[in-house]
């Protein structure tokens, strides 16, 4: 196959993924769990946190978690800027995450901007935007604090060492971060970043190093974070550093729905 039909395979999934009916595309709402049991509007039962859990008494109505239903109180203690999970009530869903606090957000399959999705615009492949690299491990892995979209939060990733790679004989450096596999994840702008492309961030996957050094930079595939799609995301900002000098004419721009 074609480097052209490769990129397009890997896009419509991509499209396939972000149209999920309780993805990132479904959400409806955000709200942050105060120190007091309460009610929010069109959810079942009460909801609150501690300093290390979120909690959830259904208050006698129908809600099932991890496949069984919630017939008592819930205690959900997750780790912060890790994974959420989810509540199911009826056809929504409602994840609960922790973000320094803890978070829950409904996830909609009826959601206006995931009825309204037409895809995610983007670059023309162009090979111009492979390179390949070196990833240089730290000695230990760093805890690397960042912002994020919403102001005054922040998340702490790990972050296992540096990417390298050179154009136009210009070195170039990003902060890596570990991803959610054995792959790494660059999270980073570029002088396309507020004008071609969504301005807080893009991500870029790599795979594992090759010989534990080897890497290879496609551009093509960098995509948006869910904060470029909805308000009720909480993504990360870039680590300091990972701003690259010349434009990335390449991967995703910016969403339809924030043009």
Not at 198 to 222: E, H, Q
Not at 231 to 258: H, I, M
Request: proline share 8%.
């Amino acid at each position: 196959m074609t480097f052209a039909g490769e990129w397009q395979d890997w896009h419509t999934e991509r499209e396939r993924t972000l149209a999920d009916p309780y993805g990132w595309l479904a959400l409806v709402s955000l709200d942050w769990l105060e120190d007091s049991p309460r009610e929010y509007p069109g959810l079942p039962g009460r909801w609150w946190q501690d300093e290390e859990a979120a909690y959830f008494d259904p208050q006698g109505a129908e809600a099932s978690y991890d496949g069984s239903p919630v017939t008592e109180t819930l205690r959900l203690e997750l780790i912060n800027s890790g994974p959420g999970v989810r509540v199911v009530a009826g056809d929504v869903e409602i994840e609960v995450a922790r973000r320094s606090g803890y978070l829950i957000r409904v996830h909609d399959p009826k959601a206006t901007v995931l009825r309204d999705f037409r895809g995610v615009p983007a670059f023309e492949p162009d090979e111009a935007y492979v390179f390949d690299g070196v990833f240089e491990p730290f000695d230990e892995p760093r805890p690397t604090t960042v912002g994020a979209v919403v102001e005054g939060l922040s998340h702490v990733y790990t972050a296992p060492g540096v990417v390298r790679f050179l154009r136009d004989g210009v070195e170039h450096t990003l902060t890596a971060f570990n991803g959610k596999t054995d792959d790494l994840e660059v999270l980073f702008t570029d002088a396309t970043s507020g004008v071609s492309t969504y301005a807080a961030n893009r991500s870029l996957s790599i795979g594992k190093p090759t010989d534990g050094r080897s890497v290879r930079l496609d551009f093509n595939r960098a995509k948006n974070l869910p904060c470029a799609f909805t308000d009720f995301a909480t993504c990360p900002l870039p680590p300091a550093g990972n701003r690259l000098a010349f434009a990335v004419e390449a991967g995703e721009k910016t969403p339809y729905e924030r043009a």
